[in-house]
Nanobody, 123 residues
């Protein structure tokens, strides 16, 4: 299983970015994908999650209303649209996948991880 994140970069406060997670090697056509981030000196935190079969989503409070997770099954891709970015959103952003449903993946953890993409929000 391989997950590759892209789309990070430098953006001004208030700006937007769209991150992409390209997934390959997942056998099942239904899996859970989550977006996480880790800022320097801080623990990794979950942001948003999606089940690729039924499209169900879940957002953590810190990003609800600003970030949107979506998927394109034909491209085996999951996106994170980030709007109204703040300096505190600066972090390395990771996507993770699991072949369990969302409830199980959130409870037990995600099995597969990408290497991350840097997002920097600054003037």
């Amino acid at each position: 299983v391989q997950l590759v994140e892209s789309g990070g970069g430098l953006v001004q406060p208030g700006g937007s970015l769209r991150l992409t997670c390209a997934a390959s090697g997942l056998i099942d056509d239904s899996y859970s994908i989550g977006w996480f981030r880790q800022a320097p000196g801080k623990e990794r935190e979950g942001l948003a999650y999606i089940n690729t079969r039924d499209g169900s989503t879940y957002y953590e409070r810190a990003v609800k209303g600003r970030f949107t997770i979506s998927n394109d099954n034909e491209k085996n891709a999951v996106y994170l649209q980030m709007n109204s970015l703040k300096p505190e959103d600066t972090a390395v952003y990771y996507c993770a996948a699991d072949e369990a449903d969302l409830h199980a993946a959130l409870a037990m953890g995600f099995d597969y991880w990408g290497h991350g993409t840097q997002v920097t929000v600054a003037l």
